[in-house]
């Protein structure tokens, strides 16, 4: 599906992006970090200029509470997208709300730990930093009191792979909604019950990432937003049995019901890692 197709239940979204939020934390300055820096500055900064955090953006876990995890793939893509990329205040897109930079990310891998899918557990870690100011002292002040940990990240997946059919909802749409659960038959003959995840496979871009407030949560004070719904023009025949009670809500193009479905099958979603 092209992303300009996709419809969304927030107006400044931009088409495609999936943002997820994790914690940050501050971090000393070293003469490494500066060399790092000063490949994004006009004019070179010394240690006493900037202030530096790090945040952990993501991992690839598959328990996702929204059922849209990423996989290896698309974390090491965005290892190489986000150096250089903004840090906004709130995800508004205006060149005043500019506050910080990513200046170097990493991938932190536990050896003694496997996904789902059968990947080693990796966790997507990105160093920011911003120039001290009298205008932002205060900003700085609640990082390092622990008020301000939370931010969310935006980005573009390189596919979207339904676990029920296979479908990429980056290109097509399938029936299939995230989190509910469906009726699969294997080539036995055997049907159970499965509930639906949209692997975020690989990524196409990151945009920016930004300060948000969400109340705090077991294991993360952390969650993920989507903003992509799929269109649903037609009416589509249910493959659940008729008393199937989990069945995604019915669309009427003619209203405006999909984003309170989307409301209910996308809202915030606590991520199932505690990063500092």
Excluded at 12 to 32: C, H, Q, R
Excluded at 59 to 88: H, I, S, V
Excluded at 173 to 179: E, L, T
């Amino acid at each position: 599906m092209d992303p300009e197709k996709l419809t969304f239940n927030d107006p400044d979204a931009i088409p495609g992006v999936i943002s997820k939020l994790a914690n940050v934390s501050p971090l000393e300055v070293t003469p490494e970090d500066l060399k790092r820096i000063n490949k994004y500055t006009l004019a070179p900064v010394q240690a006493e200029d900037v202030f530096i955090f790090k945040a952990t953006l993501a991992d690839n876990e598959q328990d996702d509470r929204n059922y849209m995890p990423f996989n290896l793939k698309a974390l090491t893509d965005l290892k190489k997208l986000y150096p250089g990329k903004t840090m906004l205040k709130d995800h508004s897109r205006r060149a005043d709300n500019q506050i910080a930079r990513i200046y170097d990310t990493d991938l932190v891998q536990d050896a003694n730990k496997t996904t789902e899918l059968g990947e080693i557990h990796t966790e997507l870690i990105a160093k920011i930093y911003m120039i001290k100011t009298d205008g932002n002292k205060d900003l700085i002040s609640e990082i390092l009191g622990g008020i301000k940990k939370e931010v969310s990240t935006s980005t573009v997946p390189e596919k979207m792979i339904c676990s029920i059919c296979g479908c990429d909802n980056m290109k097509d749409y399938c029936r299939h909604w995230p989190g509910i659960e469906y009726a699969v038959t294997d080539n036995d003959g055997k049907t159970t019950r499965k509930r639906c995840k949209m692997l975020l496979h690989g990524a196409r871009e990151a945009y920016e990432l930004s300060f948000v407030a969400v109340p705090a949560q077991p294991r993360a004070g952390t969650h993920k937003s989507i903003g992509f719904t799929k269109p649903c023009e037609e009416k589509e025949t249910p493959e659940e049995t008729p008393d199937d009670k989990t069945e995604a809500p019915a669309v009427n193009p003619e209203e405006d019901t999909k984003y309170k479905a989307l409301e209910r099958l996308t809202r915030q979603r606590i991520a199932s890692y505690d990063r500092r």
